[in-house]
């Protein structure tokens, strides 16, 4: 028989432009759900961790570099890069207002205080795609967790930013020698070559291993110039 612990609570549910957007609380956890969709929570972080460090040693060591990191979620990135003095300017651009609200005056709070509170950080609400195509700011890396992988996307509109167009855009946010840093769920072979399709070099995959099933992995791609 299942107990209160074994069912989530809804802390917060929101219509917004792209669907619905969930918090939940399971246990000790807090869960974001996107249109019915697990987009993560926070009993880990690991990955997201490795997403940020990777970008960063994959760079040429240029001193204070700047990052954009595409997907706020629970936080995990940004309270990572914000902890490192290494990194200079830190922008996320998060494109549901929920998600920003939750950190800023909600449950996850407690994990991105110091973060959102940082002189580096700058959050940026609006969408990944459009903010590529638009912006004049570029940056040395670009660390990109909005979807569960180019596979395996959470709104049918993102997979265009997997695509050699989309890729193109990316590139064209990043510095000479920027790095874009991508996780997934899952490897994906296919996207490798898109990469190198779109002009990226050194191109890798890195994995992270998961308690079950297949590991976690970082795509990595080095921008032209």
Not at 29 to 58: H, K, W, Y
Not at 133 to 145: G, M, P, V, Y
Not at 165 to 193: D, H, I, T, Y
Not at 197 to 206: D, I, K, L, S, Y
């Amino acid at each position: 028989m299942a107990t209160s612990y074994d069912i989530p609570e809804v802390l917060d549910r929101r219509e917004g432009p792209y669907g619905e957007v969930v918090l939940r609380r399971h246990g000790e956890l807090l869960q974001i759900i996107a249109n019915g969709c697990f987009l993560m929570d926070t009993s880990d972080g690991r990955s997201e961790r490795l997403l940020v460090d990777a970008a960063r040693d994959a760079l040429d060591g240029r001193p204070a570099p700047s990052v954009l990191i595409a997907g706020l979620g629970v936080g995990f990135s940004l309270a990572h890069a914000a902890a490192d003095p290494r990194w200079g300017r830190i922008s996320v651009v998060e494109r549901e207002r929920a998600i920003i609200d939750w950190h800023r005056t909600g449950p996850l709070s407690d994990l991105t205080e110091q973060a959102f509170s940082d002189p580096r950080t700058q959050i940026v609400e609006t969408d990944l795609i459009e903010y590529v195509n638009e912006t004049s700011a570029t940056f040395d890396a670009l660390c990109l967790d909005i979807d569960n992988g180019p596979d395996w996307t959470v709104t049918e509109g993102n997979d265009s930013l997997y695509s050699t167009a989309g890729l193109a855009s990316c590139a064209r946010v990043l510095s000479p020698g920027g790095v874009l840093a991508v996780w997934s769920a899952q490897p994906s072979p296919e996207f490798e070559e898109t990469l190198r399709n779109a002009g990226f070099n050194q191109v890798r995959t890195e994995e992270i291993p998961v308690a079950r099933g297949v590991p976690d992995v970082v795509h990595l791609a080095v921008g032209p110039g």
